[in-house]
């Protein structure tokens, strides 16, 4: 089955720019999206089509794309951005079609 | 502003069907978009669980799709989940949201639900 990789956790410095990233064969081809979620909270879009923000996300989120891993970049990293991050995309290939979320990273602000 | 909301038991036995309803608002679904269940377990990650166009059209995780079955009902804008034959392993929080697609095409969920949690034990 189709899966998206995550590294478990990262940590930055307050002011320091973390990088998190995601990788899956079918990336290529099918755009990847980013939530964040915080405790006992629905996760929240903070970027779609692999690097387009959302309206009212800070500019300091970001993402890219190439080859076959995808990356959320946020910069100048804030207290408040220390949460739990996701990816996401979608499997088309063969018969039938299904969606697809990395393991999740835990962003930890030191 | 579009708003869902889940409803149901908060504790299910095991072997019975766990069932869940998302209540829209803000939004008509007969206007188009999918409207999809995710659940995360305590402690661990988001997984997709299926997804639902108002014409009723679906798709389904693979490794759900045995015991899953979501369904619409557009004259109460709300949409639905059952999961048969739960076992502790189905004990989480399960999500609903809206999600932008087409035709075999699933893409971003935009509006989540708060989320209920659903325990499976006797």
């Known amino acids: 089955s189709y899966e998206l990789t995550q590294p478990p956790s990262v940590s930055v410095s307050p002011g320091q720019t973390a990088r998190i990233t995601c990788s899956g064969d079918?990336?290529?081809?099918?755009?990847a999206y980013w939530y964040q979620q915080k405790p006992g909270q629905a996760p929240v879009l903070v970027i779609y089509?692999?690097?387009e923000r959302p309206s009212g996300i800070p500019e300091r989120f970001s993402g890219s794309s190439s080859g076959t891993t995808v990356t959320l970049t946020i910069s100048g990293v804030q207290a408040e951005d220390e949460a739990d991050y996701y990816c996401?995309?979608?499997?088309?290939?063969?018969?039938?079609?299904?969606?697809?979320f990395g393991g999740g990273t835990k962003l930890t602000v030191l | 502003q579009v708003q869902l909301q889940e409803s149901g038991p908060g504790l299910v036995k095991p072997s019975e069907t766990l069932s869940l309803t998302c209540a829209v608002s803000?939004?008509?679904?007969?206007?188009?978009?999918?409207w999809g269940w995710i659940r995360q377990p305590p402690g661990k990650g988001l997984e997709w669980i299926g997804s639902?166009?108002?014409?009723?059209?679906?798709y389904y995780n693979p490794s759900l799709k045995s015991r899953v079955t979501i369904s619409v009902d557009t004259s109460k804008n709300q949409f639905s989940l059952k999961l048969s034959s739960v076992t502790a392993a189905d004990t989480a929080v399960y999500y609903c949201?809206?999600?932008?697609?087409?035709?075999?095409?699933?893409?971003?969920?935009?509006?989540w639900g708060q989320g209920t949690l659903v325990t499976v034990s006797s």
């Open positions: 949201a809206r999600q932008e697609g087409g035709y075999g095409d699933l893409r971003l969920f935009d509006y």
């Open positions: 803000g939004y008509s679904i007969s206007s188009g978009y999918y």
């Open positions: 639902i166009y108002h014409s009723g059209s679906t």
């Open positions: 079918a990336l290529p081809k099918q755009y």
């Open positions: 089509k692999d690097s």
């Open positions: 996401q995309s979608a499997d088309s290939s063969g018969t039938y079609t299904h969606v697809v």
